[in-house]
């Protein structure tokens, strides 16, 4: 392999891990996102329950 090849092969690699690390910080995001509606909806339930 030349020096050019390998740099092109280093940078394919380097792109790949970036754009895998991005797509875990977004499904993270996702499932914070859901758990927060989640708690506040149970939240809500708790004192509409409570002011009865």
């Known amino acids: 392999m030349t020096a ?3 740099a092109r092969l280093g940078a394919v690699f380097a ?6 690390a991005c797509g875990n910080t977004i499904r993270g ?9 989640d708690a506040t ?3 809500g339930h ?7």
Request: positive net charge; aromatic residues 0%.
């Open 4 to 6: 050019k090849n390998l």
């Open 15 to 20: 792109a790949l891990l970036v754009l895998s």
């Open 29 to 37: 995001l996702g499932r914070d996102t859901a758990n927060t509606v």
């Open 41 to 43: 909806k149970d939240a």
């Open 46 to 52: 708790r004192i509409a329950r409570a002011a009865n």
